[in-house]
């Protein structure tokens, strides 16, 4: 059996917070300077006011899937991905509608990375826990940038491996390591190799939660 890599795809194999900001400016007239916590607290219009929660999902309906192609790969993303897939199962997890997967799919091949994709809405504990079952309990790692999904996964498939990256560097030095993830790597090349090894341990993560959870 295979072990499983789940992953998720903004600011994780491709950048998006920098290409949503020149979009909000320069079709919206709105200021983006993402400090990885709330994206509306994160926004200002001309006038100083901020969008209501409301619009900025509505904001974030305008990018995706009509603005994708403006997304940028991160860097060593498509080589660490198929020297993994070499070893593993690999899963693209991403939280978008699923009106958007199709684009997903396809914007994600003209980047050389050909895998499943499902899309998600809300905490990624439950899919993830669902895909381990899905492919038999193997040994599983877990990348995303968001720690509130690392809290997620930890309280519902404790035995993955789970890894925090932040691929903006922008936007990484702000970030705190998330507290329910195993490490904190922002560079594929690394990444892949801590991935790799957890793979060949052959064994899950420990499952104890932090001491304030």
Same mark, same amino acid.
């Given at each position: 059996?295979?072990?499983?890599?789940?992953?998720?795809?903004?600011?994780?194999?491709? =950048?998006?917070?920098?290409?949503?900001?020149?979009?909000?400016?320069?079709?919206?007239?709105?200021?983006?300077?993402?400090?990885?916590?709330?994206?509306?607290?994160?926004?200002?219009?001309?006038?100083?006011?901020?969008?209501?929660?409301?619009?900025?999902?509505? /904001?974030?309906?305008?990018?995706?899937?009509?603005?994708?192609?403006?997304?940028? /790969?991160?860097?060593?993303?498509?080589?660490?991905?198929?020297?993994?897939?070499?070893?593993?199962?690999?899963?693209?997890?991403?939280?978008?509608?699923?009106?958007?997967?199709?684009?997903? %799919?396809?914007?994600?091949?003209?980047?050389? %990375?050909?895998?499943?994709?499902?899309?998600?809405?809300?905490?990624?504990?439950?899919?993830?826990?669902?895909?381990?079952?899905?492919?038999?309990?193997?040994?599983?790692?877990?990348?995303?940038?968001?720690?509130?999904? =690392?809290?997620?996964?930890?309280?519902?498939?404790?035995?993955? =491996?789970?890894? =925090?990256?932040?691929?903006?560097?922008? /936007?990484?030095?702000?970030?705190?390591?998330?507290?329910?993830?195993?490490?904190?790597?922002?560079?594929?090349?690394?990444?892949?190799?801590?991935?790799?090894?957890?793979?060949?341990?052959?064994?899950?993560?420990?499952?104890?939660?932090?001491?304030?959870?």
């Amino acid at each position: 059996m295979k072990p499983l890599l789940i992953c998720d795809c903004d600011e994780v194999l491709l =950048h998006m917070v920098k290409h949503f900001g020149v979009w909000l400016r320069e079709s919206h007239d709105i200021a983006f300077t993402p400090d990885g916590a709330d994206f509306a607290n994160s926004m200002r219009r001309a006038d100083g006011s901020v969008p209501s929660r409301d619009e900025m999902w509505a /904001l974030l309906g305008g990018f995706f899937p009509g603005e994708m192609h403006r997304q940028t /790969l991160v860097p060593h993303a498509t080589e660490a991905l198929a020297r993994l897939a070499e070893m593993a199962e690999i899963v693209i997890l991403t939280n978008l509608t699923d009106e958007c997967r199709t684009a997903r %799919i396809e914007q994600l091949a003209r980047f050389g %990375i050909a895998h499943r994709v499902e899309c998600n809405q809300g905490g990624k504990g439950d899919p993830v826990a669902r895909l381990v079952a899905e492919h038999g309990d193997p040994v599983t790692v877990f990348v995303d940038d968001l720690p509130v999904h =690392h809290e997620s996964v930890a309280r519902h498939a404790p035995g993955v =491996h789970r890894l =925090h990256m932040v691929s903006e560097p922008t /936007l990484a030095p702000n970030v705190a390591p998330a507290p329910f993830a195993h490490a904190r790597i922002d560079d594929w090349r690394e990444a892949a190799d801590w991935i790799a090894a957890r793979f060949a341990a052959g064994r899950p993560a420990a499952s104890a939660l932090p001491a304030e959870a």
